[in-house]
């Protein structure tokens, strides 16, 4: 008898992608009827236990949990996409808004290195990050190694966090980016919304807010690979448009306006640190993508480490360069590097730093929608959310209804709120989450079965990172404009 060969799934012979049922969910035996769901609620303090005693393992989240998506991501990706992945996720707005604003008021000249230190507090972060994608490359990012350290229940918290952080997050670059792109229009900021009479911080609604993410989206849905095109090329541009800032910078300005270096002392070095490390915000989106990456061993570290080393670099410059052309107290805190430009005779350069920043926020919510649809695919396969959102397309390859679902949701706060309030709590989702971090890995140490002595470098580093947390977090009202 002739063997069969398998068809690939496509989209004629498998229509089930499209249709939905009661276990997409509802999942398990708890669902089956009236009986077994109240047999389900009796257990309900045994299950609780289980859950805030219960840890997964890297054989689990590698085989068990990523067989619900039923369809494998496509492993198209190599160092050189995650690195411009790197510059996309990691370069917007927040170094053209937040430069001038620390250096005005809390750092002077000072603030390349406030950069310096956030960069390598940011930097070892990565450090964990890599280490972790290389091991478990799943698309569940912290999500996945919080719950492999730490159990599910700390899992279960920092799934909210992060899906807090990515949907208020994008809402508010997307109202962002109609901002800039108003400004590089000559028009005021508030142009192009329109204007209602619901509460205040409510009534300016923002319909291409909610455009620009739809779109994005869809790039972040038809191919990871064609994203990743995508993002190279306006990466590419934004990365010219700062490297003329630098230049230019440089040739026109003054080292008489570095004096006084450091005219708020150390204090406001550090202080200037814990507001602009949220410019470094983003690399975590790099470890999401560990499931589509051909080589993840080779591929995350060069990716990760090589993209987040040259960004440390470009900020360095760029704060410099706007020291040198202007004093730290003419600074202007809200347009800092436009009237730079103006003030030395370059007004007509003023466009190009509104293009780099729009340049910036479009590839930050492109890799922004790849990122969160990974996360939340991997929180749906361990049924915390239905597992309706797990399925990844036969076709494209992707997550379509993780995407849908954090586009819809960042789209509704886009559209109605300035999410002034919300986005003082993205500081301490994105800390909680990199606190968590640092401790899972010294679980994962500890628990490992190497000698403590093969693991005493990576304590020193991992114990320097909780300490540099600890002294940003304690820094109040950190802003998350990046």
Not at 103 to 125: K, R, T
Not at 428 to 442: E, G, K, Q, R, V
Request: proline share 4%; glycine share 8%.
């Amino acid at each position: 008898m002739a063997s069969t060969i398998p068809q690939e799934p496509t989209l004629e012979n498998s229509p089930s992608y499209w249709t939905l049922n009661k276990h997409d969910f509802f999942p398990g035996e708890s669902f089956n009827n009236w009986g077994t769901y109240k047999t389900a609620l009796s257990q309900t303090c045994h299950r609780l236990k289980d859950r805030l005693t219960s840890r997964s393992n890297d054989e689990n989240e590698l085989g068990e949990i990523k067989q619900q998506s039923k369809h494998e991501m496509k492993r198209c990706l190599n160092w050189w996409d995650l690195t411009w992945f790197g510059f996309g996720s990691v370069i917007g707005a927040g170094i053209f808004v937040l430069t001038g604003q620390e250096a005005h008021f809390d750092a002077g000249p000072a603030i390349v290195l406030s950069y310096v230190v956030s960069g390598f507090s940011a930097m070892l972060s990565v450090f964990c990050y890599t280490e972790f994608a290389i091991e478990v490359p799943v698309a569940g990012g912290s999500f996945a190694y919080l719950r492999i350290e730490l159990g599910d229940f700390a899992a279960f918290i920092a799934a909210g966090n992060i899906l807090l952080e990515g949907i208020v997050g994008s809402a508010a670059v997307a109202r962002g980016w109609t901002s800039y792109f108003t400004t590089l229009l000559n028009r005021h900021p508030n142009s192009l919304r329109i204007h209602t009479n619901l509460a205040n911080g409510f009534n300016l609604l923002d319909p291409i807010a909610v455009i620009v993410l739809v779109i994005t989206s869809i790039i972040a849905i038809i191919s990871t690979r064609k994203t990743s095109i995508f993002n190279w090329i306006a990466s590419a541009i934004n990365t010219t448009v700062i490297i003329f800032i630098i230049v230019v910078g440089f040739s026109q300005g003054k080292a008489s306006n570095l004096k006084p270096f450091l005219p708020f002392g150390v204090k406001g070095v550090f202080q200037a640190a814990a507001i602009i490390y949220f410019a470094y915000g983003g690399f975590d989106t790099l470890a999401n993508l560990a499931e589509e990456t051909k080589n993840p061993p080779r591929d995350i570290p060069i990716g990760l480490i090589g993209s987040m080393s040259c960004i440390m670099v470009i900020y360095c410059l760029m704060s410099l360069s706007l020291s040198m052309m202007q004093k730290y107290t003419e600074i202007d805190p809200n347009a800092a590097y436009s009237l730079a430009f103006q003030t030395v005779g370059l007004k007509w350069a003023k466009p190009l730093v509104a293009l780099g920043a729009l340049k910036g926020m479009t590839t930050v919510l492109l890799v922004g929608a790849l990122g969160q649809a990974r996360y939340t695919t991997h929180i749906a396969r361990t049924h915390m959310i239905p597992p309706w959102f797990a399925l990844i397309h036969p076709k494209t390859g992707t997550p379509i209804y993780a995407t849908l679902l954090t586009t819809i949701l960042s789209a509704a706060f886009a559209f109605f709120s300035s999410l002034d309030a919300l986005s003082s709590l993205l500081s301490i989702s994105t800390l909680f989450i990199f606190m968590m971090m640092a401790i899972a890995i010294l679980v994962r140490s500890f628990y490992g079965k190497c000698s403590l002595l093969e693991y005493k470098p990576r304590w020193l580093v991992r114990s320097c990172y909780n300490s540099s947390v600890l002294v940003f977090r304690d820094h109040g009202n950190v802003n998350s404009s990046a």
